[in-house]
């Protein structure tokens, strides 16, 4: 199974920035797809920002349109999530995803599939 390994949370205040990394162990057919999920306390999981590894094709949640960007260094086998002009909304456990597809991301009824790895989770907090 795929390993991925996060970094990049923290606490900042309403309009501020921060930069999440998502490093895969290795590219296979079940990175095909790779992104971001986040959960709140008290709420379902949500897809925020995925992209397609070999394409470049990308995938954001309505929330997060035009503040997050999904980004990624194939070298490194590494994808990353610029967040600007974060809110409060945005405070939750951010985890790090890989699907063999990307249906996950692109369609909001999708669930992602049995192929697909989880990182551990890192914390965003956004005070007011």
């Known amino acids: 199974q795929v390993q991925l390994v996060e970094s990049g949370g923290g606490s900042v205040q309403a309009g501020g920035s921060l930069r999440l990394s998502c490093t895969a162990s290795?590219?296979?057919?079940?990175?095909?797809?790779l992104g971001w999920f986040r959960q709140a306390p008290g709420k379902e999981r949500e897809a925020v920002a995925g992209i397609f590894t070999s394409g470049g094709d990308t995938y954001y949640a309505d929330s997060v349109k035009g503040r997050f960007t999904i980004s990624q260094d194939n070298a490194k086998n590494t994808v990353y999530l610029q967040m600007n002009s974060l809110e409060p909304a945005d405070t939750a456990m951010y985890y790090c995803?890989?699907?063999?597809?990307?249906?996950?991301?692109?369609?909001?009824?999708?669930?992602?599939?049995?192929?697909?790895?989880w990182g551990q989770g890192t914390q965003v907090t956004v005070s007011s």
């Open positions: 290795v590219y296979t057919l079940s990175t095909s797809c």
């Open positions: 995803a890989a699907d063999a597809t990307c249906a996950p991301w692109a369609s909001p009824d999708a669930v992602t599939s049995p192929l697909a790895s």
